[in-house]
């Protein structure tokens, strides 16, 4: 029960806006990212190792599209590490059929560490038939966000890397929310579709 609680004010935090507007800025409008009244999004608190579970699990059930983006996600380890599970579930909808879409960080600094990981990522996951973009080198992208089917939403501190799939100290939520799922599909949509200009 506690877990649950927390959970919903977890969520509650990251989807209200972190400012107050007056009824007269308002002016009848809502603000963006606005959950509608009534609309409690179902929430699942992940600690730990329980996000790997949890994410590999719907991964292998999707159906219809994955959206992922990512601040770093690191596959160069060993080959049975969760980071790389994951990577070959992102393959392995691929394959089935499902459009999967990455977005990855590529900092400015050609010789970085975050942006061999994240291009020796991207040449495998595009091997698997997986669509691969990087953010802009002059804006960090640090979101780290999956959403899968229009419906769960996965968010919180994990990155994907071994370290955070199977070692860190990590907290993330998952939501089944179409609306939540939409409202983060599109955010990260607009950031892809940046890259693209």
Known sequence: MLKR????????????????????????????????????????????AEYFNMLIQKLNESQSHILVSMYIFKTTGSKSNAANKVRDALTAAAKRGV???????????????????????????VQGGV???????????????????????????????????????ELSLMIDSEEVAKKTAKYIEDMIAETKR
């Open 99 to 125: 459009n999967v879409k990455v977005l990855l960080e590529i900092e400015d600094e050609r010789s970085s560490s975050l942006n061999e990981e994240n291009r020796s990522t991207a040449d495998s996951l």
């Open 131 to 169: 669509n691969v973009y990087f953010d802009s080198p002059h804006r960090r992208t640090h979101v780290k966000a999956v959403v899968i089917d229009d419906r769960y939403t996965f968010i919180g501190s994990h990155n994907l890397t071994a370290s955070a799939l199977q070692y860190n100290k």
């Open 5 to 48: 609680v927390f959970a919903i004010l977890l969520i509650l935090s990251l989807l209200l806006p972190a400012y107050v507007l007056s009824e007269q800025q308002l002016k009848g409008q809502r603000p963006k990212g606005h959950v509608h009244e009534g609309s409690v999004p179902d929430c699942t608190l992940l600690e730990d």
